[in-house]
T-cell receptor, first 115, second 113 residues
Framework: SAVISQKPSRDICQRGTSLTIQCQVD?????MFWYRQQPGQSLTLIAT?????????ESGFVIDKFPISRPNLTFSTLTVSNMSPEDSSIYLC????????????FGAGTRLSVL | QKEVEQNSGPLSVPEGAIASLNCTYS??????FFWYRQYSGKSPELIMF????GDKEDGRFTAQLNKASQYVSLLIRDSQPSDSATYLC?????????????FGQGTTLQVKP
């Protein structure tokens, strides 16, 4: 399978600031997704990152809080805006089409702590 | 009712035993089903996927799907301490190929030497 790289791997941020997380895949993919995994919880889908157009957000997630870009097939960013301690979580990028378009593989995740 | 339900466990089995992990889902239109393994502090790792009713075997792992009962399971034979992890059941959302997955809350498996 392809390698999915995320950075930063972890960060500690102050309340009210924003953090941009990058996700890079080393081969062309079909779809890219962003998930949140809160402490002790399972994965919740934030949005589908669409190449060259606005992301498709799931219920409970909005563009102003989690702006997402995907300028090309292999790269996407997620920004966590105006952070509060409740945003402390692991954020995961995933991609399909590597090699099967139906199967998602995950990056290593970004562990975010907001003080 | 949650869209994908799993018993959170922990499920404790002795080394060498069969571990049985279960998952139910609510969307009858779902067509794809996945099992991921997640070690503490790591990202999910795909171990099995299944699309058709019946059993699918890969090494020590067998996935079982029963769409009529909306039930999917994972059997791990000859369990090893290295199998100790959280196992996440994921279901493809809806019948269309959006690629979206809905995850269960995960079952923690402990394999005791």
């Amino acid at each position: 399978s392809a390698v999915i790289s995320q950075k930063p791997s972890r960060d500690i941020c102050q309340r009210g600031t924003s953090l941009t997380i990058q996700c890079q895949v080393d081969s062309q993919v079909t779809m890219m997704f962003w998930y949140r995994q809160q402490p002790g919880q399972s994965l919740t889908l934030i949005a589908t990152a669409n190449q060259g157009s606005e992301a498709t957000y799931e219920s409970g997630f909005v563009i102003d809080k989690f702006p997402i870009s995907r300028p090309n097939l292999t790269f996407s960013t997620l920004t966590v805006s105006n952070m509060s301690p409740e945003d402390s979580s692991i954020y995961l990028c995933s991609a399909t089409g590597v090699p099967s378009r139906n199967i998602q593989y995950f990056g290593a995740g970004t562990r975010l702590s907001v003080l | 009712q949650k869209e994908v339900e799993q018993n959170s466990g922990p499920l404790s089995v002795p080394e060498g035993a069969i571990a049985s992990l279960n998952c139910t889902y609510s969307d009858r239109g779902s067509q794809s089903f996945f099992w991921y393994r997640q070690y503490s502090g790591k990202s999910p790792e795909l171990i099995m996927f299944i699309y058709s009713n019946g059993d699918k075997e890969d090494g020590r792992f067998t996935a079982q799907l029963n769409k009529a009962s909306q039930y999917v399971s994972l059997l791990i034979r000859d369990s090893q301490p290295s199998d100790s992890a959280t196992y996440l059941c994921a279901v493809g959302k809806g019948s269309s190929n959006t690629g979206k997955l809905i995850f269960g809350q995960g079952t923690t498996l402990q394999v005791k030497p």
